[in-house]
């Protein structure tokens, strides 16, 4: 099943489109972890709080994560005092347990039921090549006072070199989690939760926030934060340089082989992230993987089948019940961008570049927004503010905005293969050039010009142009998702051509085969 455990068998509320002209203290752009965090705590502190969601709560990046709820970020700290030194690495990890305390005064407080389970964190390495880093991580970690240790054994069916393990981290069930807090929040009078309200550009006047919306309405506020996964309306924050896009698979199946309950994931790649979940009296293995930037995957390469390979052989799992996918988005610091998106619009606040770790950073961003809004004091508006130059100075920011420009002139060059079955012109009565098999998508050039094609399973065929809308790349084709991908800067499209995520904010044209 191509769907994520999280969102299968559970019914959430609907909630109605905006469509008339508002006014409110705040603006919550994003109804995902980010989102429904910031507005439960700014509902508490007792503004007029809107919440509203391009398409439905929960169903973008949230509801496709694994779930893990944890300090142990792979091999982060390390890094981190390499690069900001020990001050900055002691904030970040601080903030992250104020997060880690939030998410547990939740639980208690509303008295949630989300299968919240205490366990320990493991970074691991089955190659003697990441002996060294791991051991590294784990005098960093204990510099910064983590209750970590190093081992060598691991329950896991299979040789491990070494680990590091993150004592009392925990995972959970993500959505069972938002709900109530979702339930809580709409119980204010003042406080109101849009779907289907799709914004296209923000803006700042005069400290007033004004939010334009696709519909045609239009919201009037004192503060706005984005929490849309991608920072909406980006003219002149140019996020497309900073932010990496990373394409992760998940599947999840029942298991033949015991181990211990913990949270896993390897160093070396392939990536393996691994932990268990209770399901209807058994538990499942969620198994995730195959990390490749957005747009740059071939063909050939199946990602689910390699992940449900990997799980037959080592955990003897049995047909994967769930399929599901997710695109992160990483800084070139390791550090997320959390606060005023620029000193000309300090009313706007972003928050985005989790780099995978969302469950415990989104609190962190809900935290400094709440903080920022109402004024209090707080010591992590510096180490996480998106207008720092750190993100900056590095040989991975100047590699891929290279890369990238790489892309797109290449993109227009690449000729496309031509493996065609004559006998689809006679069926469809468009050129032969746009012959695919039901189920399956590519790229073709035909007159000079690059399409999108997709035949569905009732032998529709869907052609759009794929130029990206943001910077004019040319889009790759995912058959696993059946979504056109930049590979330039991580917008996403459905086959039909709709927009799903990244910088872009346009739909693709839709090309109807007669006016070739």
């Given amino acids: 099943m191509n769907k994520p455990l999280w969102l299968d068998n559970y019914d959430l509320n609907n909630f109605p489109q905006l469509t008339n002209d508002l006014e409110t203290d705040v603006l919550v752009i994003g109804g995902g972890i980010t989102g429904i965090t910031t507005a439960y705590l700014l509902g508490e502190e007792g503004y007029r709080v809107?919440?509203?969601?391009?398409?439905?709560?929960?169903?973008?990046?949230?509801?496709h994560t694994t779930a893990k709820v944890t300090l142990q970020h792979s091999l982060v700290y390390k890094t981190l005092i390499k690069k900001h030194g020990i001050n900055k690495a002691q904030a970040y990890k601080d903030s992250h347990i104020i997060a880690f305390n939030l998410i547990k005064d939740n639980i208690k407080n509303l008295e949630i039921n989300c299968d919240y389970e205490t366990v320990t964190s493991y970074v691991y390495t089955e190659s003697d090549k990441y002996i060294n880093n791991i051991e590294k991580e784990y005098e960093a970690s204990q510099k910064l006072g983590i209750n970590s240790f190093i081992t060598e054994n691991l329950s896991l069916p299979y040789k491990v070199k070494c680990a590091l393990g993150f004592k009392e981290q925990a995972h959970f069930h993500v959505v069972k989690y938002l709900t109530p807090l979702i339930d809580d929040f709409s119980k204010n009078d003042d406080c109101y939760i849009f779907e289907k309200s799709k914004v296209f550009k923000v803006k700042e006047d005069n400290n007033m926030c004004h939010t334009y919306f696709t519909s045609g309405v239009k919201v009037k506020s004192r503060h706005v934060v984005v929490a849309s996964h991608y920072p909406v309306n980006d003219p002149h924050n140019f996020y497309f340089t900073k932010l990496k896009p990373s394409m992760t698979y998940l599947i999840s199946a029942k298991y033949n082989v015991e181990f211990e309950n913990a949270d896993y994931i390897n160093v070396e790649k392939p990536i393996r992230s691994i932990r268990t979940h209770p399901y209807n009296d058994e538990r499942l293995i969620l198994i995730g993987g195959e990390n490749h930037q957005c747009g740059h995957t071939r063909p050939d390469v199946k990602h689910y089948s390699n992940l449900e390979n990997f799980g037959k052989k080592h955990f003897a799992i049995e047909e994967p019940l769930y399929r599901f996918s997710t695109q992160d988005f990483y800084t070139f610091d390791n550090l997320p961008y959390i606060g005023k998106i620029n000193p000309k619009s300090p009313q706007i606040i972003v928050?985005?570049?989790?780099?995978?770790?969302?469950?415990?950073t989104s609190h962190v961003a809900a935290i400094l927004a709440r903080d920022l809004i109402t004024n209090k004091n707080t010591e992590y508006e510096k180490l996480y503010k998106p207008t720092r130059i750190t993100d900056k100075l590095s040989c991975k920011f100047f590699s891929y905005n290279l890369k990238s420009v790489g892309r797109l002139v290449g993109g227009r060059l690449k000729k496309m293969p031509k493996e065609f079955d004559v006998s689809c012109l006679l069926k469809h009565q468009m050129p032969k050039e746009f012959d695919v098999s039901e189920?399956?998508?590519k790229i073709v050039s035909y007159k000079g010009k690059k399409y999108g094609v997709y035949k569905d399973e009732n032998s529709e065929v869907f052609i759009v142009n794929v130029v990206c809308p943001h910077l004019k790349c040319i889009l790759t084709f995912n058959n696993e998702h059946k979504t056109y991908d930049c590979p330039c800067h991580?917008?996403?499209?459905?086959?039909?051509?709709?927009?799903?995520?990244?910088p872009a904010i346009k739909n693709l044209e839709r090309i109807n085969f007669r006016d070739l």
């Fill in 50 to 63: 809107t919440l509203v969601e391009a398409e439905k709560l929960l169903h973008g990046t949230t509801g």
């Fill in 351 to 360: 928050a985005t570049g989790y780099k995978k770790w969302g469950m415990l």
């Fill in 439 to 441: 189920g399956m998508g």
């Fill in 490 to 502: 991580g917008s996403r499209f459905t086959y039909k051509g709709k927009y799903l995520d990244g």
